[in-house]
């Protein structure tokens, strides 16, 4: 019945900007933490960054300075703001948010369906 909606992918040059959105809809009572993850060259899945439901971020070293993850809880949605790109930034990109369907339910991890990112040189 949740369900997260992404978009901003593409394909970029060497130091150009994209701003990806996750929008989550459906029976939500409340969200905790969002986040994207991205897959890793071993087919892992790194988190990239993440922000609380007070606001505090949380970014792997290697995006430092050039990424700037927000929400906006009235529209239940995420943004990542990806600058000076590069080609190792060159994967799918998923968004992930930690909800509740009702008040004494349980927090559930959601996943969006991914989105391209891919950067040339």
């Known amino acids: 019945q949740v369900n997260l909606v992404e978009s901003g992918g593409g394909l970029v040059q060497a130091g150009g900007s994209l701003r990806l959105s996750c929008v989550a809809s459906g029976s939500i009572f409340s969200i905790n933490d969002m986040g994207w993850y991205r897959q890793t060259p071993g087919n892992q899945r790194e988190l990239v960054a993440s922000v609380t439901s007070g606001g505090n971020t949380f970014y792997v070293d290697s995006v430092k300075g050039r990424f700037t993850i927000s929400r906006d809880n009235d529209k239940n949605a995420v943004y990542l703001q990806m600058n000076s790109l590069k080609p190792e930034d060159t994967t799918v990109y998923y968004c992930?948010?930690?909800?509740?369907?009702?008040?004494?339910?349980?927090?559930?991890?959601?996943w969006g369906q991914g989105t391209q990112v891919t950067v040339s040189s």
């Open positions: 992930a948010a930690d909800l509740k369907t009702t008040r004494l339910g349980r927090t559930y991890r959601y």
